[in-house]
């Protein structure tokens, strides 16, 4: 099993807000290694979507935000749209074993 | 904007040695990233492999270091991956990206290439 604990799925109506959660450990989140986060679109590579725990790269819409607290973080994406069905990996340092993913969310936009 | 492609076998017997390649464009490959393999099994999660600096220092994935081997070649500004004694578990598409070394994380991505393992 993947170092970072995600939920496999999550859903929510367009127009809600969602959190994908991704929990770690003391050896990586609680470490204090930044958390980053993934959106995959199904038959695409990864694009980075978060970095540094609450940092969007350009073009990435605000309604996507993170955060990061103790050995955790979390993904919350707002007003929910049909495009953002996809799925969602966190990724962070481990002190015994370098970057680690977490196991990956399925978003279904209902 | 740095672009990646990979390249390589799509189809390796078990046993046998996996080689890919990532042409880096638009982009020196010594310029300052880190440049990384990343690989997903078919309906699985993404499991990074291990990364590499243009002056050849690598940065591995213990679980994968025995059988893992990563080069640069700044030449042709591309890096390399193999893999040796493969089998059906090394089933997986392998994507190249680059490695932000003082973020830690994965800033642009290859469109990935599907490896599978079978005789």
């Known amino acids: 099993q993947s170092v970072l604990t995600q939920p496999p799925s999550v859903s929510g109506a367009p127009g809600q807000r969602v959190t994908i959660s991704c929990t770690g450990s003391?050896?990586?989140?609680?470490?204090?290694?930044?958390v980053h986060w993934y959106q995959q679109l199904p038959g695409t590579a990864p694009k980075l979507l978060i970095y540094?725990?609450?940092n969007r790269p350009s073009g990435v819409p605000d309604r996507f935000s993170g955060s990061k607290s103790g050995t955790s973080a979390s993904l919350a994406i707002t007003g929910l749209q049909a495009e953002d069905e996809a799925d969602y990996y966190c990724?962070?340092?481990?002190?015994?074993?370098?970057?680690?993913f977490g196991g990956g969310t399925k978003l279904t936009v209902l | 904007q740095v672009q990646l492609q990979e390249s390589g076998p799509g189809l390796v017997k078990p046993s046998e040695t996996l080689s890919l390649t990532c042409t880096v464009s638009?982009?020196?490959?010594?310029?300052?990233?880190?440049w990384g393999w990343i690989r997903q099994p078919p309906g699985k999660g993404l499991e990074w492999l291990g990364s590499?600096?243009?002056?050849?220092?690598?940065y591995d994935n213990p679980s994968h270091k025995s059988r893992v081997t990563i080069s640069v070649d700044t030449s042709k500004n591309q890096f390399s991956l193999t893999l040796s004694s493969v089998t059906a578990a090394d089933t997986a598409v392998y994507y190249c990206?680059?490695?932000?070394?003082?973020?830690?994380?994965?800033?642009?991505w290859g469109q990935g290439t599907l490896v599978t393992v079978s005789s």
């Open positions: 990724q962070s340092s481990d002190s015994m074993s370098g970057s680690v």
């Open positions: 638009d982009y020196s490959i010594s310029s300052g990233y880190y």
């Open positions: 003391s050896s990586n989140i609680g470490a204090g290694y930044d």
């Open positions: 590499i600096y243009h002056s050849g220092s690598t």
């Open positions: 990206a680059t490695y932000n070394n003082y973020g830690y994380y994965f800033e642009y």
């Open positions: 540094g725990n609450i």
